[in-house]
């Protein structure tokens, strides 16, 4: 079965702290990873894929097949990074599979 | 703006009633998703079309079904609805269904709640 396991609800950090968002899959074949972010009264976007190894606002995600993890990183937070983080493969069908999703507060 | 519009924005309606929430991709994408979130189930996959044609299926109720329309726009049609069924209702779109075209791009969603 597909699952997504995100173990944190809730993550609290200080402003200026390294942040890591925890991401469990367990997939066959091999899916495409996704983080997507959801902003305050905002929709649903892209913030990075594991294919495309970018950085995006400070965030990265690195892909551990061995462990089937790919954790969301940051090392220094900052308050706008305050949102609902999930994360997603992606597979047969181009569906997503999202996993309960993290909120992160950022605290000044 | 992803361009990926729903309407209409909050639903409020009686169980045992139906529904119809709509949905219009971005311009040029063919691909529809229709996904469900909720408190205790979290944000699920329910079905998606390309070019018309359904081309996967998820977690999707009998009770509902969907469509997608020449013009490419979808509706997701609800019915016999329970309390249960409250959530966010979210649609995507993408390009087409391989290749670079992945990305999904998010409507804002319809809330429904099931009184």
């Known amino acids: 079965a597909q699952r997504v396991t995100q173990p944190e609800k809730l993550l609290s950090v200080f402003k200026g702290a390294p942040v890591e968002l925890k991401c469990n899959y367990s997939y066959s074949g091999s899916p495409e990873l996704f983080w997507y972010v959801q902003y305050s009264r905002q929709r649903l976007q892209l913030l990075l894929r594991h294919i495309s190894r970018e950085s995006i606002k400070g965030f990265t995600a690195d892909l551990n097949k061995g462990e089937t993890s790919f954790h969301l990183k940051k090392p220094f937070a900052q308050e706008e990074d305050s949102a609902m983080y999930y994360c997603a493969p992606q597979g047969g069908a181009q569906k997503l599979v999202f996993g309960q999703g993290t909120r992160l507060t950022i605290n000044p | 703006d992803s361009g990926v519009t729903q309407t209409p924005k909050h639903l409020i309606t009686a169980t045992g009633q139906r529904v119809t929430l709509r949905c219009s991709p971005r311009?040029?994408?063919?691909?529809v998703y229709w996904y469900q979130q909720s408190l205790d189930q979290g944000l699920q996959f329910l079905i998606q079309?390309?070019?018309?044609?359904?081309?996967a299926k998820g977690n999707i109720l009998e009770r509902f079904s969907a469509q997608q329309f020449p013009d490419l726009h979808s509706e997701l049609n609800l019915s016999s609805l329970e309390l249960g069924d409250s959530a966010l209702y979210f649609c995507a779109s993408s390009r087409g269904t391989s290749g670079s075209s992945y990305e999904q791009y998010f409507g804002p969603g319809t809330r429904l709640t099931v009184t």
């Open positions: 311009s040029g994408d063919l691909s």
């Open positions: 079309y390309y070019n018309g044609e359904e081309r």
